[in-house]
């Protein structure tokens, strides 16, 4: 079994800070590509940032570039989203993405986290 736990949403203000973390664990063999997408209340789910799986590489949505980073930790199999000067419109779902090889696999598959809320308002 894989999971990926998702920590550190909340509710904020306009302007201010939150880091969300995502750890994923159980039979791992290898870790692609992680990424974070988003899903606010009667839309789609949205890419909002991917990074490689040696971390050099990373995309973000345009409505984020500036504002929010991404990283990871191969060591502790963890992938960060650091969000700064919120707005109102950021206030989703946010949910934690990562490829990963099982034990005994070829092929890498997708997995979820369960969704932590980000809220902004003031």
């Known amino acids: 079994q894989v999971q990926l736990v998702e920590s550190g949403g909340g509710l904020v203000q306009p302007g201010e800070s939150l880091k969300l973390s995502c750890a994923a664990s159980g039979s791992i063999r290898s870790l692609g590509v992680m990424a974070w997408y988003r899903q606010a209340p009667g839309k789609e789910r949205d890419l909002v940032a991917r990074?490689?799986?040696?971390?050099?590489?990373?995309d973000y949505t345009d409505s984020v570039k500036g504002r929010f980073t991404i990283s990871r930790d191969n060591a502790e199999n963890t992938v960060y989203l650091q969000m700064d000067s919120l707005k109102f419109e950021d206030t989703a779902v946010y949910y934690c993405n990562a490829v990963i090889q099982r034990p005994g696999d070829v092929r890498f598959a997708p997995y979820w986290g369960q969704g932590t809320q980000v809220t902004v308002s003031s």
């Open positions: 990074i490689s799986s040696d971390g050099t590489h990373t």
